[in-house]
Nanobody
Framework: VQLQASGGGLVQAGGSLRLSCAASGRTFSTYRMAWFRQSPGKEREFVAGASENGGTTRYTDSVKGRFTISRDNAKNTVYLQMRGLQPEDTSLYYC??????????????????WGQGTQVTVSS
C-alpha cells in the first residue's frame, strides 16, 4: 500500500484544516487507518484511528472533540478534519495503514505502511 497525504498548511489558531490521504491498491478497505504526528524533538504520537469501515474510531485525548477521522473506501481515502487548531497542533502529520488490534493502535510499531507526511503549522 502506498499512501499520499495532502492538505497541510499554515493556519491561524482557532482555524480548521482537512487532511487527506489517498491510498493505492485494491485492498484499502481491508486496512485500519490512522494518523500520527511528530514535532521536532518529540516522539511520533498517535492522533486518530479508524477501523476498516470507519465504524470504530479512536483519538488521543488532546484532540478529542476537535478532530474527526473518516474514510471513503470507494475513493481509497482517509481524512482528518481538524477544527479549533492550536499552536501545539503544529506538526508533521503522517497517515498510516495496518491491521493492529485496537489496543495497539497507539503504538507506531503496529502500523505497516507510512505516508510521507504533510506539515501543519498553526500560528498564534
Amino acid at each position: 500500500v502506498q499512501l499520499q497525504a495532502s492538505g497541510g498548511g499554515l493556519v491561524q489558531a482557532g482555524g480548521s484544516l482537512r487532511l487527506s490521504c489517498a491510498a493505492s491498491g485494491r485492498t484499502f478497505s481491508t486496512y485500519r487507518m490512522a494518523w500520527f504526528r511528530q514535532s521536532p524533538g518529540k516522539e511520533r504520537e498517535f492522533v486518530a484511528g479508524a477501523s476498516e469501515n470507519g465504524g470504530t474510531t479512536r483519538y488521543t485525548d488532546s484532540v478529542k472533540g476537535r478532530f474527526t477521522i473518516s474514510r471513503d473506501n470507494a475513493k481509497n481515502t482517509v481524512y482528518l478534519q481538524m477544527r479549533g487548531l492550536q499552536p501545539e497542533d503544529t506538526s508533521l502529520y503522517y497517515c498510516v495503514a495496518g491491521r493492529p488490534v485496537f489496543s495497539a493502535w497507539t503504538e507506531r510499531e503496529s502500523w505497516y505502511y507510512w505516508g510521507q507526511g504533510t506539515q501543519v503549522t498553526v500560528s498564534s
